[in-house]
């Protein structure tokens, strides 16, 4: 058999201490320390996964190819087949002063949209966990009206866990419908399974095209309307493209066609926006009243708590943003946050919010009551509710 050994033996006979021996096994220590690199490797991975979707869904940040600033941006100007630079559209001068007065309103007022402040960033554990889960178009949007409080609205909202919204205006169904529902799916930040994604663009209930976009996209879409007194909001208006342009007419001068006679220009977009009653009509031939909840401006800050239950109820999520989130900031005159999305610090909202009015004679406010008086009684019948204006 095998070869013989000095002594007689033979090679199976060798002890055991000369045979090839199994590997040690690793201690406890070296077992954990693997075991604790393996984990930070996870770890890693998952922060930088969570980083990555954060990112692409937080509007403001460009170098990682946001479509926020996008939407934002003014349309390029095509260049003709034959290679001749674009024209400019020409547009006549305006007739008189104060038609040139009313475009620098309109003007300084787009310009105050487009350049709206951007939400506080949220903390890196809501950017962790906003890495999970996927973009969905939005089954919400709070579709108006311009300084009625949705921006207010929207930041109380985000306070819930189960809601997820975009910070900035995507203006999408007004300006951008264009660049394709793709394009507006990945503005939108991820969710989880029972999150409801949302966003907020106040144009939308004044753009005659935006209702039937919308049923377009999903004719299941909740829409919120947040309503203000038309006077009170017109005032507003006025105040925040005042506070941009400080050249531009007086809110009387350009509240009158013909001042004797008391005649009210329509033409303005702080006077036609509050003729609620005429923009409801067209959303109505698209969704029914019962898919519409109509927030109450004033409503939202004198009894903040009380109004977001009634949205709470509306999108179908438990009641969890109640009378403890918020507290009275008696310097702004509204309701802020103990606590914002993302952070343990007490939030109000920014200083574009809030400015004090300017005063206006008293016969041009009655003037305004009796000329939105019989629109606001048509509103209240088309919503069922009276939000006491009159």
Same mark, same amino acid.
Request: aromatic content about 10%; hydrophobic content about 35%.
């Given at each position: 058999?095998?070869?013989?050994?000095?002594?007689?033996?033979?090679?199976?006979?060798?002890?055991?201490?000369?045979?090839?021996?199994?590997?040690?096994?690793?201690?406890?220590?070296?077992?954990?320390?693997?075991?604790?690199?393996?984990?930070?490797?996870?770890?890693?991975?998952?922060?930088?996964?969570?980083?990555?979707?954060?990112?692409?869904?937080?509007?403001?940040?460009?170098?990682?190819?946001?479509?926020?600033?996008?939407?934002?941006?003014?349309?390029?100007?095509?260049?003709?087949?034959?290679?001749?630079?674009?024209?400019?559209?020409?547009?006549?001068?305006?007739?008189?002063?104060?038609?040139?007065?009313?475009?620098?309103?309109?003007?300084?007022? $787009? *310009?105050?949209?487009?350049? =709206?402040? &951007?939400?506080?960033?949220?903390? +890196?554990? !809501?950017?962790?966990?906003? %890495?999970?889960?996927?973009?969905?178009?939005?089954?919400?949007?709070?579709?108006?009206?311009?300084?009625?409080?949705?921006?207010?609205?929207?930041?109380?909202?985000?306070?819930?866990?189960?809601?997820?919204?975009?910070?900035?205006?995507?203006?999408?169904?007004?300006?951008?419908?264009?660049?394709?529902?793709?394009?507006?799916?990945?503005?939108?930040?991820?969710?989880?399974?029972?999150?409801?994604?949302?966003?907020?663009?106040?144009?939308?209930?004044?753009?005659?095209?935006?209702?039937?976009?919308?049923?377009?996209?999903?004719?299941?879409?909740?829409?919120?309307?947040?309503?203000?007194?038309?006077?009170?909001?017109?005032?507003?208006?006025?105040?925040?493209?005042?506070?941009?342009?400080?050249?531009?007419?007086?809110?009387? $001068? *350009?509240?009158?066609?013909? =001042?004797? &006679?008391?005649?009210?220009?329509? +033409?303005? !977009?702080?006077?036609?926006? %509050?003729?609620?009653?005429?923009?409801?009509?067209?959303?109505?031939?698209?969704?029914?009243?019962?898919?519409?909840?109509?927030?109450?401006?004033?409503?939202?800050?004198?009894?903040?708590?009380?109004?977001?239950?009634?949205?709470?109820?509306?999108?179908?999520?438990?009641?969890?943003?109640?009378?403890?989130?918020?507290?009275?900031?008696?310097?702004?005159?509204?309701?802020?946050?103990?606590?914002?999305?993302?952070?343990?610090?007490?939030?109000?909202?920014?200083?574009?919010?809030?400015?004090?009015?300017?005063?206006?004679?008293?016969?041009?406010?009655?003037?305004?009551?009796?000329?939105?008086?019989?629109?606001?009684?048509?509103?209240?019948?088309?919503?069922?509710?009276?939000?006491?204006?009159?």
């Amino acid at each position: 058999m095998g070869q013989r050994l000095s002594g007689g033996r033979s090679c199976l006979d060798v002890p055991g201490r000369f045979l090839p021996q199994p590997p040690t096994p690793p201690p406890p220590v070296r077992r954990k320390l693997a075991l604790l690199f393996a984990m930070l490797c996870v770890w890693l991975y998952m922060f930088l996964y969570s980083c990555a979707g954060s990112c692409a869904a937080a509007p403001g940040l460009l170098l990682l190819g946001s479509g926020s600033r996008t939407a934002h941006a003014p349309p390029a100007l095509a260049t003709a087949p034959n290679g001749t630079p674009p024209r400019l559209p020409f547009r006549a001068p305006p007739a008189t002063a104060l038609a040139a007065g009313k475009e620098m309103a309109e003007g300084a007022a $787009s *310009l105050e949209e487009q350049s =709206r402040e &951007t939400p506080d960033s949220p903390s +890196s554990i !809501s950017s962790f966990f906003s %890495g999970s889960g996927t973009k969905q178009l939005p089954q919400a949007i709070i579709i108006g009206v311009k300084k009625g409080g949705t921006r207010a609205l929207l930041e109380f909202l985000r306070v819930h866990p189960d809601v997820r919204a975009v910070g900035a205006e995507p203006h999408f169904f007004d300006r951008s419908y264009d660049k394709g529902l793709a394009w507006y799916r990945d503005l939108m930040p991820r969710t989880l399974e029972g999150q409801i994604t949302m966003e907020k663009t106040p144009s939308y209930f004044v753009t005659r095209e935006a209702p039937a976009r919308i049923s377009a996209m999903s004719k299941d879409t909740k829409l919120i309307v947040v309503v203000r007194d038309p006077v009170t909001r017109a005032i507003s208006d006025y105040t925040q493209t005042l506070s941009k342009r400080p050249d531009i007419p007086t809110f009387e $001068s *350009l509240t009158f066609k013909n =001042r004797s &006679t008391g005649l009210i220009d329509t +033409s303005w !977009s702080a006077i036609q926006i %509050g003729i609620y009653a005429k923009h409801l009509e067209h959303w109505l031939r698209h969704f029914p009243i019962g898919q519409m909840l109509f927030v109450s401006g004033e409503r939202l800050i004198s009894d903040p708590a009380g109004e977001l239950g009634r949205v709470q109820d509306f999108l179908g999520l438990k009641r969890i943003i109640t009378d403890k989130h918020f507290y009275f900031n008696k310097t702004k005159g509204f309701p802020c946050l103990k606590k914002a999305e993302g952070s343990s610090k007490p939030h109000c909202l920014g200083k574009t919010k809030g400015r004090t009015h300017p005063q206006i004679a008293q016969e041009v406010v009655q003037r305004l009551r009796e000329f939105y008086r019989p629109f606001n009684l048509k509103f209240y019948q088309m919503t069922g509710h009276d939000f006491g204006w009159d």
